[in-house]
């Protein structure tokens, strides 16, 4: 039977031919749908959503120590998150096949770097495969698992935005058995990595990295398309797509598996053409270890970019000598651009009103909240990776001490706090810092789509399960001061600031708000607002909350005076079909001008 997948349906559907037992990822762009996939449908795996991927990696290796096909799969930049055990993993290797799913992402769709994961494979010393499309995601990975038993590695598997995202024709097979036992086996030498047991491991690994070589050289995914002689060119992964479509004539050395490399193979390659190029995306990882044997390619990353994401266009300006110029629109009048933006209704807004106002340094993190650093909210000034708010505040107030006392604060979310951000917060009480931490409490992963995470008290498949007490939580890591807020009131927000921020303890501030996508999470919402025309007088207060649902319009003549004669240049207005009425805009008119149609005006919402 053949289906059409994405590269992600089908990396999932790959774990599950391969007899995968159990599944662990933390969500990430582009990576998220092979976890949902696998949750969804295949329900043989024992399938989590880990607290982070570090953590995944680990659930993922335990079972592959007690004979088990395992799968981790997280976003390229998660994979540095697990790289601590990953190194040695790499030493320890495993028992059932152990598979590590990085979903990498250039141009930067949904990230704060866009790292080529190519070189973990080099630097881990472990072998890596890269489909170019949906249906050799599935076969690589299930060719993964089998080299993973085979030369006892852990073995990466690398897609990229545009393979995992786009769809293609996959052929499905069945599932297969594995004949590894499932038990409890005690092997010191090869699973308790001391310093004595490491270093006979390591020989392994160098040894392991010949035989896989060795592998590599009769690997079909491995291959040369030998057409037009004149030109040769090497690629892999989403480059070969691109360079097939613009250069149909050429020769090509198709490479599936990106590290160990084939080099008798790529030898005889220069030797069957007469110019060889090398089309990849990012950094000049097949390029530099090519030069590294000795031969000369030509061009590489002298005519390829090396930032940002390629594409048909590009791969053939560049290839050509000429520069690339992004072709015209393809409308005479194209969508205007809109940049990522809260939802209207979302807590997070009412919080960086309360931030603006108080001319706070906010000191960001990762999700839905950095969205704060755009204007109009323009109170995000940091953003570095997952967790590392809570760290930086604390080495904020410890640089400045006395002086910097209520200037800035720490801001992160739940799934982001549960991440990367408990050990932080201990350091903030264990080492008796003054910061301030914002806590955005949504009740969800909101930047990937919505995902559970353990403070949401749901597992990925939907069933209830133990919920993190957030307040008991930071107690017992020492933090004495911890208040919860209704981000839809705004008041309330700004006093518990500003107490907080004067503080000489530690303290954490709890926004207790649920996204406003989260309907189980809601009793109802409110009625849509209304601006009423007669009284507004244009000055934006509303506007400047960024609302998608309020828009404002210049007027000229008799509209350019309010019904009691005060004069304005324009007026807002609110959509109805988008405004949830969370009031924010209600709370920040001066002039009355904003309407509630409930009987009384609601603070936020009525949340379960
Ligand atoms: C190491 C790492 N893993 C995963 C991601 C993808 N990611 C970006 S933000 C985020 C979590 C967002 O959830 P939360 O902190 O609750 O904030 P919200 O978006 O709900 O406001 C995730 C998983 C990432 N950027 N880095």
Redesign the pocket.
Known sequence: MKRVLTGNEAIARGAFEAGVKVASA????PS?EIMETIAREYKTIYAEWSP??KVALEVAFGASMAGARAMAS??H??V??AADPLMTLSYTGVRGGLVLVTADDPELY???NEQDNRHYARFAKVPMFEPSDSQEAKDFVKVAFDVSETYDTPVLVRSVTRVSHSKGIVELEEPVVSSIPLEVRKEPEKFTMLPSYARIRHRLVEERQRKLAAFAETFPGNRMEIDNPSVGIITAGIAYQYAKEVFPDYSYLKLGMVWPLPQGLIRRFFKEVKRVYVIEELDPFLEDNIRAMGLRPRGGKNLIPITGELNPLIVERSLLGKKFKAPKAFFDDPVPPRPPNLCPGCP?RGIFYVLRKLKLFGIG??????LGAYPPLSSVDSCL??GASVGMTHGMAKALGEEGKGKFVGI?????????GIHPLMDVAYNRSYATILL?????????G??E?P?TGYTVRGEKTRKVDIVELAHALGIESVRKVNPWNVEEVEKVVREEIEKDAPSLIISDGP?ILRQREFKHYNRPLEVDSSKCVGCKACVNLGCPAISYQDVEGEMALTADGKKRKGISRIEPTLCPGCHLCYQVCKFGAIQSREESPILGFDVI
């Not at 933390?26 to 762009?29: E, N, Q, V």
Request: net charge negative; charged share 10%.
């Open positions: 933390y969500p990430g762009t998220t982070n991927e997280m976003k930049v998660g540095n998150v949904s990230s704060q997070h993190d990762i999700g839905c909240y950095t990776c997952m992160i979310g739940d799934s982001t706090f549960l991440h990367g955005l409490d949504n009740r969800t992963t909101g930047m990937t919505s995902q995470h403070g996204c």
